[in-house]
């Protein structure tokens, strides 16, 4: 529920911050044409340049989200002016986007230089106003005890005292007091109804959604454990740690927590990279929509009996469960089965050993799958049917191989990593082998995806992806 209202709300901030931007745009344009008294020599087109503004939006909130504007220590951190400071360079490099557009585009959107000073003034003013009102109306939801995190409090130290005060009375700070691992004399007298005499009871009956460590008794455990359990970290750092600017911090009142994160792709990165799947899968819905029709045609009149679809339980963030969709490309006989069974049922088991041998999980000619399953399987026709599942949220368009529940011991310890982002349609692993890597490779890639995300890694990766399928290489 936490993590559902959480992106909601920044959601929410992307929506506001986009009409912010086209309303401010608009009224520079509007202020030059109709309020300013000058003349000017240029045709007014109020319409075509807020739709030029429109198109460009995305590639604005990606400015926005790459300035850490998405940030809650950002937006609901206790000083406004790393917010407000940021707001300004957003606005100075929005408009520097918008000229840099209108001078490859020759659209000539700023006819006049003073409506580019007046639009960086008003995109300022607005983003301003507008967060404004909604930190607003996000503290009111949090007051009603809505989208706030259930905070668990270890560590024997004065600063545990001082959180479970600070988070008890402080609704408005995004956090509820869910528990506290720490001595009686470490817990205000009025909260020690909430003290658990370990973590690992605090985390079976206290249901939290983030952790906060005040001492530096048993980190790694600690850490391991929120890890496993997919909740943030944060720890509060001695002086010494704090003076080293190690990860990102946040205040807590008056006390530096330090948030040590699993992955780079949370808060506005996350919610701009879900924007980014639902506008792709659309598109390429719309643009593919006659070929899937008919590869579902084909694969229905050569087996009446079957589904075109294949839907096999796969893994995504957080150890969800979900169906995901291909084009049914293996004989009807072997549909649903591990290779194993397979081969053993058409009577030539010693496949087995061949298709997983140094892991790469794949066998020449393989006998399972049908003539046309091949050639959809070699132009990746049979991966179409995902983009529903990018649609639907299921997974990304980029992110770490899709893990059938049973290969999910395969990772150990790292299985909590790599499921601590949603699965992709494509991902590092496949732009750099596909089927040509060990499956240990493939896991080691993906895990350095998660660790080391960016929007730069994405790029790369969906444009080496489109030279890949192109290609027809490693698919088979």
């Known amino acids: 529920m936490r993590r559902k209202s959480d992106f909601i709300l920044r959601v929410c901030l992307i929506i506001g911050d986009a009409v912010a931007l086209i309303l401010s745009f608009a009224s520079a344009y509007f202020i030059r044409v109709h309020v300013d008294p000058r003349p000017f020599e240029f045709e007014s087109q109020l319409l075509n340049f807020t739709l030029s503004v429109v198109f460009l939006v995305p590639i604005l909130l990606i400015i926005l989200a790459a300035l850490g504007l998405y940030k809650r220590s950002i937006f609901l951190g206790k000083s406004r002016l790393p917010e407000r400071g940021r707001l300004v360079l957003a606005a100075i490099l929005s408009v520097a986007a918008l000229i840099v557009y209108d001078f490859f585009n020759g659209e000539n959107l700023f006819p006049v230089r003073i409506m580019a000073l007046t639009s960086v003034l008003l995109s300022f003013v607005f983003l301003l106003a507008e967060r404004i009102i909604m ?132 808060g506005g990165y996350a919610a701009v990279k879900r924007a980014f799947d639902i506008l792709f899968s659309l598109v390429a819905i719309i643009i593919t929509a006659i070929p899937m029709m008919i590869v579902w045609l084909i694969l229905k009149l050569t087996d009446f009996k079957n589904s075109p679809i294949y ?152 444009f080496k992806t489109i030279a890949i399928v192109i290609k027809g290489e490693g698919a088979k």
């Open 311 to 462: 839907a096999g339980e796969r893994l995504t963030q957080y150890g969800r469960v979900f169906k995901c969709y291909k084009f049914r490309s293996l004989k009807a006989e072997y549909s649903g089965m591990s290779p194993e069974e397979a081969f053993e049922k058409m009577g030539r088991p010693e496949l087995t050993d061949k298709y997983y041998y140094e892991g790469r999980l794949y066998l020449e000619n393989d006998p399972r799958i049908t003539k046309f399953g091949k050639f959809i399987r070699k132009t990746s026709i049979d991966e179409l049917p995902q983009l529903f599942n990018i649609l639907k949220g299921d997974i990304s368009l980029i992110g770490p191989r899709a893990l059938p529940p049973n290969e999910l011991k395969d990772y150990g310890e790292r299985k909590s990593l790599i499921l601590s982002v949603k699965s992709g349609l494509t991902g590092f692993a496949q732009v750099l082998g596909r089927r040509d890597i060990s499956f240990e490779e493939r896991r080691v890639l993906d895990i350095y995806y998660v660790r080391n995300w960016s929007l730069m890694l994405d790029l790369s990766i969906f």
């Open 135 to 266: 930190r607003f109306i996000i503290r009111q939801i949090f007051r009603r005890d809505y989208g706030t995190a259930r905070a668990l409090i270890i560590g024997e130290n004065k600063n545990t005292e001082y959180l479970a005060n600070y988070i008890s009375s402080s609704p408005e700070s995004g956090y509820r007091l869910a528990g506290v691992v720490a001595n009686v004399k470490f817990i205000p007298e009025d909260l020690r109804k909430k003290q658990y005499s370990s973590l690992k009871v605090a985390l079976q009956k206290a249901k939290a959604d983030v952790i906060f460590q005040t001492d530096e008794k048993s980190t790694e455990y600690v850490y391991k454990q929120a890890l496993l359990h997919h909740m943030p970290y944060y720890f509060v750092p001695s002086e010494t740690a704090l003076s080293s600017n190690l990860g990102e911090l946040e205040l807590i009142g008056n006390t530096p927590a330090m948030l040590v994160m699993v992955t780079p792709l949370t």
